[in-house]
């Protein structure tokens, strides 16, 4: 079987855990779990479920009556999929696209005052995902089936928005200096 690309493998691991999905639920649920750090165009959950139904991961069943959705069901085949996916720790290397770390690493070409504006600007941007992480975390739900995932993925996303604040807020405060603080 061909490899699979992430957003093939998050169509499995969402129907997996919620049961069968139309490409519209799919996309619901993208945005309340990977969508905050694996970002997925939505015409992508719609390109996926066939593509998978064709090589027999996901079955489809159309609605006979009413808007006919598309709803898609996982096979055995396509747990498998999923499960062997999950047995290998391997994964290939993470990919940052920053833009702000982009811009920074050109500052100096322009005003003197501009990494010191950056700075600002992406500490502001940081404490408001902080404390969207924050809210998450209040509000979990203990008795969901995916709360220690949620809760984990929150716990790292939180620790990686609370060092970004702090460099932001460091470099912000000296913009000649390296955002490092001192302890």
């Given at each position: 079987m061909k490899?699979?690309?992430p957003s093939q493998l998050i169509v499995l691991g969402l129907?997996?855990?919620h049961g069968p999905m139309t490409p519209y639920d799919l996309k619901a649920g993208v945005e309340e779990s990977v969508g905050h750090y694996w970002p997925i165009p939505h015409a992508?959950?719609?390109r996926d479920p066939p593509r998978l139904a064709e090589l027999g991961l996901l079955r489809e069943e159309a609605e006979e009556h009413g808007r006919r959705r598309r709803v898609f069901h996982l096979t055995d085949a396509g747990h498998q999929a999923l499960l062997d996916w999950l047995a290998d720790p391997a994964t290939p290397e993470p990919e940052t696209r920053n833009p702000?770390?982009?811009k920074l690493t050109f500052a100096d070409l322009g005003p003197p005052d501009q990494v010191a504006r950056l700075a600002a600007a992406q500490a502001a941007r940081h404490r408001h995902w902080r404390d969207a992480y924050r809210h998450q975390r209040a509000r979990l739900d203990p008795d969901a089936p995916?709360?220690?995932a949620r809760a984990r993925l929150i716990t790292l996303g939180l620790a990686h928005e609370q060092a970004y604040v702090a460099f932001w807020e460091t470099l912000a405060a000296d913009?000649?200096?390296t955002g490092e603080s001192t302890p």
């Open positions: 490899e699979l690309t129907i997996a855990r992508q959950l719609y702000a770390l982009l995916d709360t220690p913009p000649a200096g």
